[in-house]
């Protein structure tokens, strides 16, 4: 089991910026992939940005990419999504994710995370 915990949410201004952190606990061990989605309200959950747990290579959807910046501290366990110059249209539940599996082809595929954390509201005002 892998328990994954965010932090940094909150109500930031239009054009703010925000640092999502998700630190991992458990058996981090057996963790290839993280990703952060995100789920607006009224809309489903969708891929933003996902990092290999070892050689750190970065996968985006094409949305946020400029934006968003994910990356990773190894030694701390974390992973985190630099988020710049919001709009309103920002706003939503950020769920950082966990995956086993290697295939990377599959890795902006919300049903190949195996572990989820809890969620960090993101509310941008306009």
């Known amino acids: 089991q892998v328990q994954l915990v965010e932090s940094g949410g909150g109500l930031v201004q239009a054009g703010g910026s925000l640092r999502l952190s998700c630190v991992a606990s458990g058996r981090t061990d057996s963790t290839y992939g993280m990703g952060w989605f995100r789920q607006a309200p009224g809309k489903e959950r969708e891929f933003v940005v996902a990092?290999?747990?070892?050689?750190?290579?970065?996968y985006y959807a094409d949305s946020w990419k400029g934006r968003f910046t994910i990356s990773r501290d190894t030694a701390k366990n974390t992973v985190y999504l630099q988020m710049v110059s919001l709009k309103p249209d920002d706003t939503a539940v950020y769920y950082c994710?966990?995956?086993?599996?290697?295939?990377?082809?599959?890795?902006?595929?919300?049903?190949?995370?195996?572990?989820w954390g809890q969620g960090a509201q993101v509310t941008v005002s306009s």
């Open positions: 994710a966990a995956r086993s599996s290697r295939t990377t082809v599959t890795i902006r595929q919300e049903s190949t995370y195996d572990y």
């Open positions: 990092i290999t747990w070892s050689g750190g290579t970065i």
